[in-house]
């Protein structure tokens, strides 16, 4: 007679999961899909995410890390392009499982190629996300192009993260794939990062702020100031009924500032209006930001450094 309470009982899984993919797959929105909040900065513009950023999901079946990793570029000349472009592969040699992201609403190009190249060199499990199917309609679909991938991968699957589409899924899928015994490293990282926190993120409050108005300088600035801006948050007061915030918006030269800046202050109103907006929502407290732009020519080069 089978014993039902062992019958019942299933092994929960524990992992790393590593996104990868050219700029602008989808990336950090998928990972906020699979969160279901706001764990990953967006913005239309290559090299927002400019650092390896991880979270923790649980459900009844474990636990997994997520790292979102920044857009791989083809040919970069800049101090901060070839950092970014050594992020994706120092994650992928820690995953279980890789999730290759390519966008089905685009032409392929030689920044795929680079990724795919990356991908074939790892021995883990693999899905190929098609991510973008609600975009990818007419002209704009490209997937035949990408269909020969197909059988070097584990598993494929078509998404869409901004309208939330296959994500459960997907989640399905890498449960599936994940290995069965527990890496005793990877359930330790997990308690790092999943302190009580929430969102549960890798990164702390000061980190998240910086995040977030730099989010918000990219959306209202576009292709005006081309990744010469960065964020240094001050200092964070909680000072009961609301938390105030001093934070600088960083640019490598004078006509930047200006730019950022904008006629009346008008940029950097939208910028500090917004970024306190989503904060306010992601907090549930009242927030008064002060924000300023500092001209610094040497930030870039620490960025590289850190």
């Not at 990724?115 to 704009?140: E, F």
């Not at 938390?243 to 500032?257: C, G």
């Not at 001209?295 to 080069?301: C, R, T």
Request: charged share 35%; net charge positive; hydrophobic share 35%.
């Amino acid at each position: 007679m089978r014993n039902k309470s062992s019958e019942n009982k299933t092994t929960k899984k524990i992992g790393r999961v590593v996104l990868v993919g050219r700029p602008n797959t989808g990336k950090s929105s998928l990972l906020n899909a699979i969160m279901s909040q706001k764990v990953a900065i967006t913005s239309p513009l290559p090299q927002t995410t400019r650092k390896n950023s991880r979270v923790v999901y649980s459900d009844d079946r474990g636990q997994i890390i997520f790292s979102d990793t920044p857009g791989i570029i083809a040919k970069v000349d800049d101090l901060i392009g070839k950092r970014i472009n050594q992020e994706a592969p120092k994650e992928l040699n820690q995953a279980d499982v890789i999730l290759c992201l390519v966008d089905i609403s685009r032409p392929k190009n030689e920044e795929e190629n680079k990724v795919i190249g990356l991908v074939r060199k790892s021995p883990v499990k693999k899905i190929l996300v098609y991510n973008k199917i609600d975009a990818a309609i007419g002209p704009k679909d490209h997937l035949p192009e990408y269909n020969y991938l197909e059988d070097e991968f584990d598993k494929v699957i078509g998404v869409s993260a901004l309208k939330d589409k296959n994500v459960k899924g997907l989640i399905n899928l890498i449960f599936e794939l994940l290995p069965e015994k527990i890496n005793k490293e990877t359930e330790y990282n997990i308690g790092i990062i999943d302190n009580g926190n929430k969102p549960k993120m890798g990164m702390n409050s000061k980190e998240y702020v910086q995040e977030i108005i730099r989010e918000k300088a990219y959306l209202f600035l576009r292709e005006e100031v081309p990744y010469s801006v960065d964020v240094r948050v001050d200092q964070i007061t909680d000072k009961r009924k609301m938390l105030v915030i001093k934070a600088a918006i960083l640019t490598t030269a004078e006509r930047y500032k200006k730019m950022i800046i904008g006629r009346g202050g008008k940029k950097i109103k939208e910028i500090g209006y917004n970024a306190r907006k989503e904060l306010e929502l992601m907090t549930g407290r009242k927030i008064f930001l002060e924000l300023i732009v500092e001209v610094d020519k040497h930030w870039p080069e620490r960025e590289v450094e850190s």
